[in-house]
């Protein structure tokens, strides 16, 4: 019998002991292309001693497996395997602090690099990525379509119950409280401060000209859908109140 065809083991990598569906070498491939293609790669990294002073300086290394040292050894030894399997939790451990920047002696970025693995993982949809940042779903509709990020609103008992018995205060008479605050843009209870029509629209079309509405699109279709609708309303009024300016300085 003719063994002509190149090898399983080439084409699909995995744990032959283990549950995990094998992954496809293309797909490995095309994930670390997409790391290393990125500008900033050869800027974060430089080489590595494998000498560990980053992990002995990362917060997160002190309460979850996960190592800088480790990640940077993927990257820089090639190891597409290695790449894929951190993208699945450890990635996310990382706090982008970049303690471990200010200490290298290479003058590496692992936070840096870490940063571009978790965009390709959001890139390429992956269900890490989905599950890490689903929580954060609020927040990122609150900030993209107010300019906001936390609104005294949010603030509710089913989403803090980690706040013990000191949840029983987020029940106060919010707006009440808000008025007792002396600025005028935080009578508000919606967003915390004001942010004006044009900024808002303006933060927005940054957010989409540089490809974070893409990325969001990929990680939750409907949080985009309804994003979009709010801020296409937005730019409907905006455009009215030019139009309407418009007229005014004509007469
Ligand atoms: S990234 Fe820098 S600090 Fe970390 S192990 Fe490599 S050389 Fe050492
Ligand atoms: S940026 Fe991430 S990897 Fe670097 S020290 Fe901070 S938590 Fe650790």
Redesign the pocket.
């Known amino acids: 019998m003719s063994h002509s065809h190149s090898s399983r083991v080439q084409k699909h990598i995995g744990d032959p002991i283990s549950e995990k569906p094998a992954v496809d070498q293309e797909f490995l491939e095309e994930i670390f292309n997409d790391i290393q293609s990125d500008f900033r790669f050869d800027h974060e990294l430089n080489g590595c001693l494998n000498c560990g002073i980053?992990t002995a300086?990362?917060?997160?290394?002190h309460y979850y497996d996960f190592s800088?040292r480790e990640m940077v050894q993927l990257l820089w030894t090639e190891n597409l395997e290695g790449i894929y399997d951190a993208m699945q939790e450890k990635i996310w451990a990382?706090?982008?602090?970049?303690?471990?920047?200010a200490r290298c002696p290479f003058k590496n970025s692992?936070?840096g690099l870490?940063m571009l693995m978790r965009e390709t993982a959001i890139k390429h949809g992956m269900e890490s990525a989905k599950s890490v940042l689903r929580p954060f779903s609020r927040v990122m509709l609150k900030l993209i379509s107010t300019g906001n990020q936390l609104a005294p609103d949010m603030i509710t008992p089913d989403h803090f119950p980690d706040w013990g018995p000191n949840i029983s205060k987020v029940d106060a008479p919010l707006k009440l409280l808000r008025k007792a605050i002396p600025m005028a843009t935080l009578n508000t209870t919606a967003t915390a401060w004001e942010v004006n029509l044009k900024t808002s629209i303006e933060l927005y079309t940054i957010w989409e000209e540089t490809g974070v509405l893409d990325q969001l699109e990929t990680i939750d279709e409907n949080l985009f859908d309804v994003i979009v609708d709010i801020m296409d309303e937005k730019r409907e009024d905006l455009e009215d109140w030019e139009d309407e300016q418009e007229d005014e300085n004509d007469e």
């Open positions: 980053c300086t990362c917060p997160a290394a800088p990382c706090a982008q602090c970049y303690t471990c920047a692992p936070g870490i």
